[in-house]
């Protein structure tokens, strides 16, 4: 059996979904499944060009006008193909419905686009854009959804769609452990001052579903704590916007916040090891890999109550109401952080790259001709 694994226009910059595409290259080739990844190239846009504005436009035609027809010719050399993001759907209408799947990782921008989710506006071509995508990923034999929260939002758009969906976990992207040596990788990496104090971690992009200025608050209450009247806060990606810099102002901390953007894999898994706890108030997630990444490097997690959070983080995760700020705060102040962080670890086995690759081989229906390699084998080269 031939897969072609169809993967994301690296000039996105979606490391998540790239990373993903990755882990199912090298699982699959560790159950011996030959497989090949392709992805649409940079053709009309210059390598390295920020995809917005014209540049978004130009990166349209390559992804969703030239790409298809490289990916017609490869998909005829294999006996199926897979596509690893549902926000390539759209290139399901230039194959074969009987030899094609898709890996769906949620339905937000979906939903948003039909006026489902409120506060995200979505423009006339965004609407056709995710109308393109949806009805091209109704069109797959078998559809791989990655939490049980994504495929009951899916069902909800196209109920019947039930028999061709479901459910394969998120396995953990990348190596992710405890590294002993964090506070030499901090240091390397020009953050050593991080160390002298605790901190507080958010993991995530500044789109506002992530819901950062609820992390703000949250750290605002728990700074007035003598306990952690010292303590720092540190976001993993873009700095603060105006409405967080407001309640940091107000708050009296801007001196103990810090934004690391385009951290590597190395100085994100040291954050995380040396980190008090991460702060993950997000009101939607498909998945919510942050959680387990924590959990796999001894973090503390503290998330929203808002599904599918709790199916990932488990009992070893604390859960609150992201609108209400002090209670987080008084949840983290009395939270047992080493029991959290041994439950963590053992939550963190559940989402391995072999469980991951050989329910995908069952779904797909393929044919694996060694065992599934373990977590460690299976990361390969690209971890």
Known sequence: MKVLLVGNYPADGQKSMLAYAHMLLDGLRAAGVEVELIAPRPVLLHSGASVSGLAKWIGYIDKFVIFPFSLVRAARRFDCTHICDHSNGMYLFWLSRARSSITCHDVIAIQAARGLV???????????????????????????????????????????????????????????????????????????????????????????????????????????????????????????????????????????????????????????????????????EGFGWPVIEAQACACPVFASCIDPLPEVGGVAAVYFDPADSARAAQLVAGANFERLKLAGLDNAGRFSIDEMTRKLIATMGLRASQPVATHEESIGTHA
């Not at 990788?185 to 500044?206: E, I, K, Q, T």
């Not at 819901?211 to 700074?223: K, M």
């Open 118 to 284: 409120e506060g995200w506006h979505t423009g006339f071509t965004g609407k056709v854009l995710q109308a393109l995508n949806f009805h091209g990923m109704a069109r797959a034999r078998r559809i791989v959804c990655v939490s049980d929260l994504t495929r009951t939002n899916l069902l909800a758009l196209r109920e019947e769609l039930a028999p061709r969906t479901s459910v394969v976990l998120n396995a953990l992207n990348g190596a992710f452990r405890p590294d002993p040596e964090w506070r030499a990788a901090l240091a390397a990496n020009g953050y050593g001052a991080l160390a002298a104090r605790p901190y507080f971690l958010h993991v995530g992009s500044d789109h506002p579903r992530k819901n950062r200025v609820a992390v703000t608050r949250i750290f605002a209450h728990l700074q007035r704590m003598p306990r952690f009247a010292d303590a720092q806060l540190v976001f993993v990606g873009p700095p603060p916007d105006a409405a967080m810099r407001e309640v940091i102002a107000t708050g009296g901390f801007a001196s103990r916040v810090h934004a690391i953007e385009d951290a590597s894999h190395a100085l994100l898994v040291a954050l995380y090891s040396g980190a008090q706890a991460m702060l993950f108030p997000s009101l939607n």
